[in-house]
């Protein structure tokens, strides 16, 4: 069993990027990547019509990533009132004739964001170009807002209430009403092995949430310093997972030292309660313990290895 100790998690929490081979992690895109992709978009090549999932027609957008990005925005009556934005990145390998693998991101434009910590579509095409990874479809979804009634006036933000919550209503959400129009898209893999989770913060609690109601649907998870503390019960988690029978799920979870810590909890603390849980439970799991605090900075340095890790036992 792996664990918070393992010898890789030392290079992994460093601050360069860099494995504890002191090779660099290969999700930075390339200059000539990243010339191609200004060139495409100078001439246009983007905001292409493709498919109508809620009555809003989504758009397409070329990334420096060697796929597709589409966009859409959701309204729905799962949570009444909220509308949300998301995108469908769809890997060059992808072939209609064969089922791909999925990977939901909560957050999601913090994930798929070129000028962002992780950027997702262009690690993603890396790892599956280097076999280390199936062909994976990856789904950013945005939490929800409530438009204001008043004009010039904030929208109502809905996420705490959708990742933070215990229970099973955002599984739903996603599985029942979000995911099916895109399940109808393209051939996606029903198998929960095939079927990963992602999220940061609160939405790494929430995609922890998921998991946990529907390991018949997601089997991998993959939460950046997840907030298990008590926002609205999630420091439930570790005695949940004690006295609950094992579930069918392969969970990685990074956190930082300097987290933080509040009226709601120590978010180091925390995150070790879960993985004294997991280790107790005999679950499939990896920690690895940062120098840093609540930013995306860290998970996205190791992003690469730890994709390698969560889907390492399904690639040949």
Not at 76 to 90: C, I, Q
Not at 157 to 162: A, G, Y
Not at 237 to 244: A, G, H, Q, S
Request: glycine share 12%; with cysteine; net charge negative.
């Amino acid at each position: 069993m792996n664990s918070y100790q393992s010898a890789f998690s030392a290079g992994w929490s460093s601050w360069r990027g860099l494995d504890s081979g002191g090779m660099r992690v290969p999700f930075i895109a390339s200059p000539l990547s990243w010339l191609n992709a200004l060139s495409w978009l100078s001439l246009g090549l983007c905001l292409i019509g493709l498919f109508d999932a809620t009555g809003v027609m989504a758009d397409e957008e070329e990334v420096s990533a060697q796929g597709k990005l589409h966009h859409g925005l959701w309204r729905g009556e799962a949570y009444p009132g909220t509308v949300r934005d998301y995108w469908v990145y769809v890997p060059a390998a992808y072939r209609p004739d064969q089922p791909a693998s999925l990977m939901v991101f909560n957050d999601g434009k913090s994930y798929h964001s070129e000028q962002g910590a992780f950027r997702v579509p262009q690690v993603i095409d890396g790892l599956i170009n280097e076999g280390a990874m199936p062909v994976t479809l990856a789904v950013f979804i945005n939490p929800g807002e409530v438009p204001s009634t008043v004009p010039g006036a904030a929208s109502r933000k809905n996420r705490s209430f959708e990742y933070d919550a215990l229970g099973d209503r955002y599984a739903r959400f996603l599985i029942e009403r979000f995911l099916p129009p895109i399940e109808a898209q393209y051939n996606l893999s029903k198998s929960p092995e095939d079927r990963a989770i992602c999220g940061i913060s609160s939405g790494g609690i929430g995609a922890f949430t998921v998991a946990w109601e529907r390991p018949d649907v997601f089997g991998k998870v993959l939460c950046h310093i997840g907030s298990f503390v008590n926002i609205r019960g999630g420091h439930a988690y570790p005695f949940l997972i004690r006295k609950t029978e094992k579930k069918p799920i392969k969970i990685f979870l990074q956190e930082g030292r300097r987290d933080l810590d509040n009226l709601h909890g120590n978010w180091p603390l925390a995150n070790r309660e879960m993985v004294a849980a997991l280790e107790y439970k005999g679950y499939d799991y990896q920690f690895v313990m940062g120098d840093g605090g609540h930013s995306g900075q860290h998970g996205g340095q190791i992003l690469a290895d730890s994709l390698r890790w969560l889907w390492k036992e399904d690639q040949p």
